[in-house]
């Protein structure tokens, strides 16, 4: 039986209703599919980028705890070196004041002829040369002359020896220096500074621990005194 017209175009119309339903199908499918893979890509990225963002923010706030604590350091380093000026500073004005009151030993002549004496054999014991130079300040000129047998008569007596004493009368220690003499020997290539100055610098080096604990404390921290 043959087919009209009308039923070959409504089985044309059939068919391109299937075909688009299976086409609409099909696009709405790998719409889906789709849209399934760019939510999964996007949420890989997007966590992707929170860690890196994470790592930034971590790294940075590593930085920032680091140069807090390098500051903090610094700043405490910076106390304690200002702590340690000031306390230096006070052990120097001890010491200053020490040197002041050295300038008071020659207001007595008495004592500070003792002084003197034993400055001057002190320095003999240390030079222990046939032959002495002793510089001392010019207006101490005329008491080292008076005192100068006597020191030479000790020396005798401890080492059993003579020495010969030139004063000098051209050279001059200092006239601020606070006292004291200053011996040479074998051409100046032997000196001894025996002034009052550097009798108490000696000392100094010896006492500053004890003065800086009498003034601030035993430093539970030092190891060492010197």
Avoid: W
């Amino acid at each position: 039986m043959a087919l009209s017209d009308a039923d070959v175009q409504k089985q044309i119309k059939h068919m391109m209703a299937f075909i688009e339903q299976e086409a609409n199908e099909k696009a709405e499918e790998i719409d889906a599919k789709a849209e399934e893979e760019f939510n999964i890509e996007k949420g890989r990225l997007v966590q992707q980028q929170r860690l890196k963002i994470m790592e930034y923010y971590e790294k940075k706030e590593k930085q920032v705890e680091l140069q807090k604590k390098i500051q903090s350091s610094n700043m405490l380093n910076q106390a304690r070196l200002k702590v340690l000026k000031v306390r230096e500073d006070h052990v120097r004005s001890v010491l200053d004041e020490a040197r002041r009151r050295l300038g008071e030993v020659t207001k007595d002549p008495a004592k500070y002829q003792e002084v003197l004496q034993k400055l001057i054999v002190q320095g003999l014991f240390q030079i222990m040369e046939p032959k002495a130079t002793i510089k001392s300040r010019q207006v101490d000129q005329v008491l080292i002359e008076k005192l100068l047998p006597t020191a030479l008569q000790q020396y005798k007596e401890k080492i059993g020896k003579e020495v010969a004493i030139t004063l000098d009368k051209e050279s001059f220690l200092p006239a601020d220096t606070c006292g004291g003499v200053e011996l040479h020997a074998l051409n100046g290539r032997i000196r001894v500074p025996n002034t009052l100055e550097a009798r108490l610098e000696l000392i100094s080096q010896q006492l500053v621990p004890e003065i800086r604990t009498a003034l601030f404390g035993r430093n539970v921290n030092r190891k060492f005194t010197d």
